[in-house]
Every structure is written in structure tokens, then in C-alpha cells.
């Protein structure tokens, strides 16, 4: 069957900025009330509301990776413009998500008392609490289900569609939140929400895909071949989701089982900073998945290494500023947005998470490619030794330690994912190691010293005031990119020239 790569380096390029301009607003949004939330909630009271609301983030472990491997097989399907197989996909996926979104709901509402005993909550919230999981076990039920609906669209290249129901679900969610706050609704109030939200964007996607897949329909039935291949790709990922899982949501876990919900707050709030950034990156680049997707099905290998090596090293160049600025800036920056009491507190956190990011910012683009190329079975051998790198280091570490240790131990198991990109250029990229890594990194090895050596000298200064915070950031950035662009190791000429130019061929 002949294979049509029809997605244009335009279209790329298009998908990516709709992809990050919605995260960014998302993000701003959430930024912005984050200090009245938490006012009104109470440092304690927004622990709680964060452990709740994680829960729903489980769907990721329970997903089994078949999220990934419906944005893959469609984006494969589309290519070969074979809409049954596309059709087939869904279904199957679909079918398995409702009986695992089922089980895990049940299991969230048996199990309710136990895991806010677990969680330390204290008596005064334990009520709101109970009816908070009952909610958030009706939210973890429709998230997996609209999750399906939007990796099949991202497999379209539909990134507008999105972004755009994101954008206005999340612009939603807060502005409601805020009201419902204002009102006096409490915690109770607010963990209503991310239920009404899942259950919202689960219709619109519904809706959304229906209209651009010629002849769907939902049925209840199992397409065993279309079943059998979906799991043999998903099913690897699976580990892949669980250390993601232990990264965005266990920690919460761990801080409030070894220190109680308050200290989770002084975690989360720093993560989010950094988790911020490193999205506004993914999403920029999350469109290189669906896009080596249709890749394989040519299987160009010249084309495959010309993308990794561009797209690393431009990614790398975008993110390593953001994280090293954050790192000298940590203190600083959370004085200016949560006041000095909680910079004491939580810039230490947001320094060592940004140094790890650092470490997976170098992972992220070749493990989209690998993903994309079908290699989900080494990605899930090496996601075994970041989970037990989780395992051992994060609650010994959090115990020790407190909410630094926890930070530290998501640093030590980006370790794993390194060898991992080792791997992946040597034996999926079929590339020189060194040559290629110098291709990649070479221009940040001085700015990367320069970094610590102000690290070293200004870290943990809370007293500047805001004009002196934005001044040091404009200056920091100005220096970095500025250097990278007089030497064209950003090239952004080449970006900008795909980008205007109309009806280009993917020819990165």
C-alpha cells in the first residue's frame, strides 16, 4: 500500500504553535490564581485539594500507554487514509479504557477512608475529603475516556481542535473556580470542578472526532487484531507512564504520607513552576510523535536522523536557558509570587528540580522520535530502572530529607533516561555517539559553568526586589540567546523561513 506523508512542515510548525500557545495561556491562567487559591484555601487545605485532585492524574498509570498508541496507529492509519483501521482503533481502545476507568473509580470510592487515613488528613477536612474522592472517582472515569478521543485527534494532526477545547476548558475551570471560592464554596466546591470539567471535554472530543473521521461509529465489541496491536505497542509504555506517574503525582503521595498535606503545597507549588516551562517545551515538540509516526510507515531513516538531530538540538537550546535561569532565580522568584515565608521554604525545590530538568530535557525528543518509530519495547526496559530509581530514592530521600529530598530523588532517576538516549542514537538513529552529542551540546557547556558559578554566588538571596528580578532574568536571556543566535546555533532564520513558507514539503 503507498504511503502518503501529508503532513507539512508548515503544518508541523502550525500544530506546534496552537499546541503551545494553549499551554501557555493554560498555565498562566493557573499561575495567576494559584496565590488567591491558596489564600483561601489555606496552605493545608490546598495540600488537600492537590492530593485529590491527583488522583485523577492516575489515569495516566491505569491508561497502560494506549493513549501513545492510538495517537501512533492513527496517525499510521491516516497515512495509509485506511479510516477503518482508524476507526478500529478508537473502539478498541475505547472499550478497554471504560472497563479500566470503571475498576478504578470503584477501587478510588471503596478504598477512600483508607487513603485519607494514609494521607494524613486531618479530621477538620476528613468529611470534605471523602466526598472529594467520590467526585474525583466520577472525574477519573470520563478523563480516560476523553484522553482516547484526544490522542486519536492528535493523530490527526487536529492540534487546533485541542488546544482551542483546553484553552476554553481550563479558562472555564479557574474562572469557576475563583466564583465558587469568592461564594465561600470551600474545598468541597472546588474538587467539583475537575469532575465537571472531564466530563464536559469527554463530549466535546466525542463531538469533535466524530465529525472528522468519515463513518464512525462506537461499538461494543472487541476487533481482535485491532486490540492485539494496540496493546502490543501500548503495553511496553505502560512503564514509560508509570515513572511519569511517579513524577508528576507519587511524590505528592510520599510528602503527604511522610510530612503531611501542608508540606505538600511547599512541593507542588515549586513542580508546577518547573513543570510549567517543561510542558510549554513538550507541547512545542509533542508533534514530532504523530509526525515520525507517519515517518515510519516510509521508513526514511535519512529523513528520521536529519529530525532528531535538529529538533534535539533545538529543543535543548530552548529549554536549557529556562531551567539554569530558574535554578539561580529560584529564590527570587517564589518571594516575588508566594511571599518570602514560602520562598524560605520551597527554593531550595524548585533549584534541584530545575537542574533535573535539565537532565530530561535531553530525553524528551529522542524518546518522541523512538516512540513514534515504534520502539515502545527499549523505552519501557529502561523506564524499569527510573521507576526503581523512584522506589529507592524518593521515600527514603522525603524522610530524610523532607521536600528536598523528594526533589533530589526525581533528579538521581532522570539518570536512567540518559543511557537511554545513549542507546537510541547508537542503535535506533544509527548515529556516531560523541559526534552527535557535541552536535547537540556544544554551545552549553560555558553558559552551564558561568551557570553554577552564579548559582553558587546568589542562591537563596530572597531580598530582590522586582525590578532587579526582571532585569537579572532579561539580561540572563538576552546573554544566552542572543549568543546562540549571533553564532546561528539557533537557527532561527531556517524556523521562521518553513513556517511562512506556504505548502512546504516536510522536508526537515
Known sequence: MQVHVKTTTKKLLTNSVYNTVSWFLIVAIGILFTPFIVKKLTIEGYGIYTLLTSLIGYYGLLDLGLGDGVTKFVAEYKARNDWDGVNRSVNAALLIQIILGAIGSGCLVFFADGILHLLKVPEQFFIAGQQGVRFVSIGFFFTMLSGTFSAALKGLQSYKQVSQVNVFMNFAMNIAMILVLFLGGGLIGVVILPMLYSMVSFVIYWVIF????????????????????????????????????????????????????????????????????????????????????????????????????????????????????????????????????????????????????????????????????????IISLFSVFTVLAYAVFMPFFTKWWGIEGAAWAILFAQIPGIFLVFYEIKNIFKLPLMSSLWEILAYHCLPIVITCFLLMTFQGMLGFNRT?????????????????????????????????????????
Open 468 to 508: 532587579c528580578v526582571f532585569l537579572g532574568l532579561g539580561l540572563y536571556f538576552a546573554l544566552y540567546f542572543g549568543g546562540m543566535l549571533l553564532t546561528n546555533w539557533l537557527p532561527a532564520k531556517e524556523v521562521f523561513s518553513h513556517f511562512l513558507k506556504k505548502g512546504s514539503n516536510a522536508s526537515t
Open 210 to 377: 466524530s465529525k472528522q473521521v468519515p463513518g464512525y461509529r462506537f461499538v461494543w465489541s472487541f476487533d481482535k487484531q485491532s486490540t492485539v496491536s494496540v496493546f502490543n505497542y501500548s503495553g511496553f509504555l505502560f512503564l514509560s507512564r508509570l515513572s511519569n506517574t511517579f513524577n508528576n503525582y507519587v511524590v505528592r503521595f510520599v510528602i503527604g504520607f511522610f510530612l503531611g498535606p501542608a508540606f505538600v503545597a511547599f512541593y507542588f507549588i515549586p513542580s508546577r513552576v518547573v513543570q510549567t516551562f517543561g510542558g510549554l517545551l513538550g507541547s512545542l515538540f509533542g508533534v514530532i510523535f504523530p509526525y515520525t509516526s507517519e515517518l515510519s510507515a516510509g521508513q526514511d531513516l535519512e529523513k528520521i536522523q536529519r529530525v532528531f538531530l535538529k529538533t534535539t538540538k533545538l529543543f535543548v537550546s530552548l529549554s536549557m536557558p529556562v531551567f539554569l535561569a530558574l535554578a539561580v532565580f529560584a529564590g527570587p522568584i517564589l518571594n516575588l509570587w508566594m511571599g518570602p515565608e514560602f520562598a524560605q521554604k520551597g527554593w531550595r525545590v524548585l533549584m534541584v528540580l530545575s537542574l533535573g530538568s535539565i537532565l530530561g530535557s535531553i530525553t524528551t525528543v529522542p524518546n518522541l522520535i523512538a516512540m513514534g518509530l515504534g520502539q515502545s519495547k
